[in-house]
Every structure is written in C-alpha cells, then in structure tokens.
C-alpha cells in the first residue's frame, strides 16, 4: 500500500510519536537518565539502612557528651550546678537511668570511691560527699559534669576524682557518678 | 513537628508535684545529715574512700583494717602504720594524725586498744617515723606479717 493510501489519522499518529519521542530524546540523556535512576535507587536502598548505621554506630563509640543537664539551679539534683555537685568529675547518674544517690538498673555501685566536702548554699555549712561510681555499662555520655573543687593530682589517689573507681568493682567499666551525702563536717 | 515521646502534655500541677519533690529532697538531706568531727571526720575524708566505713577494704587491694592492732606487737610494725603511704601521705598535721591512728585502733582493733599494754600514738612519734620514707609498702607489710606469724624468714 502506498504513503498516498495511508489514511490521514495514521499519519498524525506517526508525526505525533516521532515528535514526541525525538522531544524526549533531546531532553533526557542517558547519563541523567542513569544519573536519576541511580540516585532513586541509592536512595531507596540508604533509607533502610540510616537507623541501622545509627545503631551500630552508637554501639561501636562513646557517645558525645550532650550539654544537656548543665545548667540549673544549684538545689536541682540532676543539675551539673547542683551543690553536692562541687567535686564531681563524671556523667551525672540522675541523667543516666539512676538520680543523685542510685546507680541506674544494670549497673553496681563502686564500694570504693572518693569523698569530700561542699558547702549547701541553704545553711552554709559543709557535707561530706562521697562521689561513688556506677559501674558494669558503657561511658553514660550524658550529662558531663567537671567541678573539680578540692580535687587533687593522681599522686594524691584518694583526693583524685580523675582516676576509676571502678577498680575495686566487680566490674571495671565506668558508666555514671553518684554525690551521696554522709553527713555534715563539724569543728571538734 | 513530632512530639518528643513524653516530652509535652505536663500540666502545672504536675511541675507543682515534680517542684515539691525537689524541695522536700533538697531539704531532707540537710535536715537528716549527722554531725562528723574529730579523727573520724579524718578517717572518713582521708581513709574511708578505699578501706570503706567498716574498714573492711576492698579484696587485694586494699588490706581490712581488722585487727591492724597485730603490727603494734613489734617495733617495724608500730612505724610501719604510720609510714605507709595512706598514713604518711595525708593532708594532716603529726598530732592529727596520731589522733587519727589512735581513733582507728579504738574503732577497728578494740580489744588490742582497750588492752592495758596499749600505748596510743603520740605527735613526736609520728614525726620520727614519718621521716622515714617507705619505699617498698607491699613488701614491707608481707615481711612484717612473716614476723608476727613466726616465721623466721621475716627477719632481716
């Protein structure tokens, strides 16, 4: 059948789709054509995955100090200003699952530890502290809290809150501090 | 924006409740804290931390303080006590560490304190033996404890 027989509707509909695909072919290359689709397929196969990266990230290292639990007023115990606070050289168990006085569930407190005095702003006088540590989980991460009043060099060990007072624990692993209050130091 | 998961909806009387609480805990430390002086406010802020209230220490680490009494039974022992390092290297003056070393003995070893040859510390003692450095602690104290268990091997 010759072009003159083709009916007229057919030769639209071929001028159409030749139009229409020489259209797409200048406006879509093939390397944007796989430069989108790559991208669409990375993506789809990197959405899954984010939680699952955070995880094992957040497994495999130390958590950041968060500034969270920093300031506050110094009658606030999960406060890093908290009075009782004044020697304190750790992450605040009272941000960590446990409060001021109890290690959070998981953890053992250290029997050893070490102690001194701060002043609460209420009556001026001072209260012998003992900083215990809670041990037997990873760095808490959260809220850390550096005060160091009365703190003394490593080659004072019982006036250092830099070293480990984990040691004597069943477990080594330091996880958060405690500021338990022993009594209040009086003149003889 | 999401909530965070517990973070809304806390209404005023529950800041008022959570207020009260910190209050009453704040005010119930001071209120139910007991007066430390003396020898034992030093034994709790220079000795407590590692040999624990009871003066029991802490498995191979930190020796009990039971019966320490034993090491006055000879001369070295009786230096000893104040030459090693948690003894010589406190923050106390000589007569506030006599005093502190006399309160111990009373506490920890009394039957060996309250006996009639009991002769407590004095500051001039304490001078002369803290003027001695100990080099070796561990060593000396397994020596000392060789001697008063008779075993010849402890002399020198």
């Given amino acids: ?188 | 924006m999401a909530r965070r998961a517990g973070g809304g909806g806390r209404t005023p009387a529950a800041w008022a409740v959570a207020a009260a609480l910190l209050l009453a805990a704040a005010a119930a430390g001071p209120a139910a804290a007991e007066a430390i002086s003396g020898p034992r406010l030093d034994y709790v802020l220079h000795c407590m931390g590692c040999h624990l209230e009871d003066g029991g220490g802490a498995p191979e680490s930190v020796p009990t303080l039971e019966g320490f009494g034993r090491f006055l039974q000879i001369p070295d022992g009786r230096a000893y006590l104040v030459r090693v390092p948690g003894s010589a290297h406190a923050p106390l003056d000589d007569a506030a560490l006599a005093a502190l070393l006399n309160w111990m003995l009373v506490r920890f070893d009394p039957t060996r304190a309250r006996a009639p040859e009991f002769r407590p510390y004095e500051a001039a003692e304490v001078t002369r033996y803290r003027a001695v450095p100990l080099a070796d602690a561990d060593a000396e104290r397994r020596r000392l404890l060789r001697v008063l268990d008779g075993d010849p091997s402890g002399d020198r």
Wanted: glycine share 10%; with cysteine; aromatic share 6%.
């Fill in chain 1, 1 to 188: 059948m010759s072009r003159s027989e083709t009916p007229s509707w057919e030769r639209h509909l071929d001028r159409w789709a030749e139009a229409a695909a020489r259209q797409l072919a200048r406006g879509l290359s093939r390397r944007s054509l796989l430069g989108r689709l790559g991208a669409t397929l990375a993506g789809a196969a990197a959405l899954p995955l984010l939680p699952v990266s955070r995880v094992s990230a957040a497994s495999s290292d130390p958590a950041p100090a968060a500034p969270e639990g920093l300031d506050g007023p110094e009658g606030d115990p999960s406060s890093c200003q908290y009075w009782r606070h004044c020697a304190i050289d750790g992450f605040l168990c009272s941000c960590c699952g446990g409060s001021h006085t109890a290690c959070p569930p998981g953890t053992v407190m250290s029997p050893v530890t070490w102690i001194g005095t701060c002043r609460n702003p209420a009556d001026g006088r001072q209260y012998v502290i003992s900083y215990n540590d809670c041990c037997g989980k990873h760095l808490c991460g959260r809220c850390l809290c550096n005060r160091n009043e009365g703190d003394r060099p490593a080659y004072l060990p019982p006036k250092s809150n830099d070293i480990n007072w984990c040691a004597s624990a069943p477990s080594t692993v330091y996880h958060c501090s405690t500021a338990i209050v022993l009594g209040v130091a009086t003149e003889s």
